[in-house]
């Protein structure tokens, strides 16, 4: 908790500072997200999988000039993906050709507020490449899913329940600005992010027994992105 504690008034300090910079920008940006590693994979020997597919991401994000070369930024991020139990349900007919299986499954959620900095590499008159970093709180909802396998003499049910976990989510990656004006600009964005996040009381529920734990996922992705800014 006091880990949580830190990161939030780290990030209202961080926001002061940002209010009182006289020059600085906003903008939205809106991409795809592709899950990596753990978080994509659907082995069913593999108990870390997420089972993610590609997804879409929405930036809300500012920034303030601290030098010529730094700016501060700070980003809200929302990211959904859809899960895909498929392939795991095919594993399950192998060993269970009798049954008829009936699976279902809802999205990844996740919230991000990340603070961060990025460096201005000058390429031309109208174009800059910006290295960025980022850290800060992370919201998770992970999905529910369930499985019913059916035969002539039994109806098995597999469920997990959604719940969601506090973390701390981080970015870094290159964006590629380019001025249109003196107010406006583009820039396409390409970044890693992910999160260190624990889901506590999540349920997997087999027929009538019940199992209750903390969840661990590992959230890696990488993003494509193309933001429109307003400089101040």
């Known amino acids: 908790m006091k880990k949580y504690i830190f990161i939030i008034v ?72 859809d899960t895909d139990v498929t392939t795991l349900v095919k594993e399950l007919e192998t060993t269970n050709k009798a049954a008829n299986f009936v699976s279902s499954s809802d999205v990844w959620k996740t919230y991000s507020l990340l603070t961060g900095i990025e460096y201005k590499i000058n390429l031309g008159r109208k174009f800059s490449l910006y290295p960025r970093i980022g850290l800060g709180p992370m919201l998770v909802s992970n999905p529910q899913m369930s499985i019913t ?45 992910g999160g260190f996040v624990t889901i506590s009381g999540v349920d997997t529920t087999i027929d009538n027994g019940r199992i209750t734990s903390n969840y661990k996922p590992k959230i890696i992705t990488f993003n494509l992105g193309l933001s429109l800014a307003y400089k101040f």
Do not use: W
Request: glycine share 10%; net charge negative; hydrophobic share 35%.
């Open 10 to 81: 780290f990030h209202i300090t961080t926001t002061v500072v940002f209010a009182q910079e006289s020059n600085y920008y906003f903008g939205i940006s809106y991409g795809k997200s592709f899950p990596l590693v753990d978080f994509k994979d659907d082995a069913i020997n593999n108990s870390n999988a997420g089972f993610a597919e590609s997804g879409n991401k929405l930036d809300l994000y500012a920034g303030s000039a601290l030098s010529e070369k730094l700016n501060l930024t700070l980003t809200f991020r929302y990211q959904k993906f």
């Open 149 to 193: 396998a059916t035969n002539e003499n039994t109806n098995t049910e597999v469920n997990r329940s959604s719940e969601t976990g506090l973390g701390l989510g981080y970015e870094f990656g290159i964006g590629l600005k380019r001025d249109l004006g003196n107010y406006f600009c583009l820039m396409p964005t390409f970044t890693f992010s």
